[in-house]
Structures are given as C-alpha cells and as structure tokens.
C-alpha cells in the first residue's frame, strides 16, 4: 500500500474508479462520467494549489481523495472542500479511511483551517467516514440536486483542522 501525491499518468484510472459513481450512483451530481482527458485537466488545475492523493497497491491506483476550493472569494482561502473516491472492488477496506488520514494531516500542515463534506443523502457509510473523522454536521440542503429521477438532500459536514488563530499568510501553495 501507497499513498502518494497524483500524477497525469494516473488520470485513466481516476477516470475509472469515478465513473460508476456518476452513472449509477449519487456521490457525484455530474450526469455524465468525464473522460481520462478531463481528468487530466482536472488534475492539472488542482495539484499546483491543493493536495490530491491517490491509493496504490500492487501496481494499480484503488482510490484517490482531494481537496478542493472551498468559494471564490478570498476570505475563504483557508477553507477547502474534501472528498474522497474508492473504486467498488475495494470498498469498506480502508481505502478512504487511509486516504483521508493523509488528506486531513497534509492539509493542516499546509495551513488550512476547515474542511468541508458534502454529501448527497441519504448515504450512511459517508457520514460514518466523515464523522469518525471528526467532521460535525452543520445543515441540509433539502432537495439540492435532481439525478436518477428524483431530487435529493445534500448534507454538509465541517472539520476544524486547527485552533482559529489570526492567519499570517495564505495556506502554503504546491506550486512552489
């Protein structure tokens, strides 16, 4: 088992791992799986900025967890969204817990001081995750997102990664 940063080459495996959660699943309000060249690029504008991690074993990437910007507006640059996604063979082995572990410890090092979870309800295994994480509830969008012939709630969750304190500077970059 490794956790390592992302790298482009692994583009066509994050494209697989994320597929069946936009065409069959809920986790994602994407309608339409985005293809290993999107995911490069999706890559590509998230690692200068924000971690983004992979899972690996024997050879072969099983899962991957990111953070994300939290809002556009500066005030908000110490805050990011999570999330986190397993390929199906390797769900409930400790995969996202892993992956998180890493994200969280890695984001405080950085200099963040939340971090955000949202997610499409009801999904008990994610707000397991989260919580034993110490993510807290903090609300419910009731009917956020229509997909797969109904609307759904989207639940938000927080993670405070550090004592609130007056920032001296922008979290650390990856650019540099």
Not at 97 to 115: F, K, P, S, V, W
Not at 125 to 139: D, N, R, Y
Request: proline share 7%; charged share 20%; glycine share 10%.
């Amino acid at each position: 088992m490794n956790i390592r940063p992302v790298r482009p080459s692994d583009a066509p495996a994050i494209a697989t791992i994320y597929a069946p959660h936009v065409s069959e699943g809920t986790a994602s309000f994407e309608l339409s799986p985005p293809d290993e060249m999107e995911m490069a690029e999706r890559i590509r504008r998230t690692v200068g900025e924000r971690p983004w991690l992979v899972y690996e074993d024997g050879g072969r990437v099983w899962g991957y967890a990111y953070a994300g910007k939290h809002r556009e507006r500066p005030g908000y640059q110490w805050s990011v969204e999570v999330s986190v996604y397993v390929h199906h063979g390797k769900h409930r082995a400790g995969v996202a817990r892993a992956l998180y572990a890493e994200l969280l410890q890695e984001l405080t090092r950085l200099g963040y001081y939340n971090a955000y979870a949202i997610i499409t309800l009801p999904n008990i295994a994610s707000v397991g995750l989260h919580e034993s994480f110490g993510f807290v509830p903090v609300g419910v969008c009731r009917n956020a997102g229509f997909k797969l012939g109904r609307w759904w709630d989207v639940g938000w969750w927080q993670k405070s990664l550090r004592a609130y304190t007056v920032p001296t500077g922008a979290p650390v970059s990856l650019a540099g």
